[in-house]
Nanobody, 125 residues
Framework: QVQLVESGGGLVQAGGSLILSCAAS????????MGWFRRAPGKERECVAA????????HYADSVKGRFTISRGNAKNPVYLQIDSLIPEDTAVYYC??????????????????WGQGTQVTVSS
């Protein structure tokens, strides 16, 4: 069974930091583009960061540039998201996703075919 499982979320104060991890099982995602998405209450799922196959190409939503860092890991944990200078607007469920159907990076949820269940990040003011 192919699975992506996020971890590292929690309740943090504004200005704090978190590192989200994405664990993979059932297949390797080391050679595919991956992304981190979030869904805030009452909002649609949005891409906050994406990374290419080699890890040299990274992309960020304007709202998180300078505060979020996406990076590649190993086969067991193929992608991470470092979140710094958290603000209450970052409160959301965060998902990791893998795109195995194409080699290019995508910013749309429709571009990804493997998803984790999500991890909650709550930022208090």
């Amino acid at each position: 069974q192919v699975q992506l499982v996020e971890s590292g979320g929690g309740l943090v104060q504004a200005g704090g930091s978190l590192i989200l991890s994405c664990a993979a099982s059932g297949r390797t995602f080391s050679y595919y583009a991956m992304g981190w998405f979030r869904r805030a209450p009452g909002k649609e799922r949005e891409c906050v960061a994406a990374i290419g196959r080699s890890g040299e190409s990274t992309h960020y939503a304007d709202s998180v540039k300078g505060r979020f860092t996406i990076s590649r890991g190993n086969a067991k944990n193929p992608v991470y998201l470092q979140i710094d200078s958290l603000i209450p607007e970052d409160t959301a469920v965060y998902y990791c996703a893998a795109r195995t159907t194409y080699t290019s990076v995508s910013y749309s949820p429709d571009g990804y075919n493997y998803w984790g269940q999500g991890t909650q990040v709550t930022v208090s003011s």
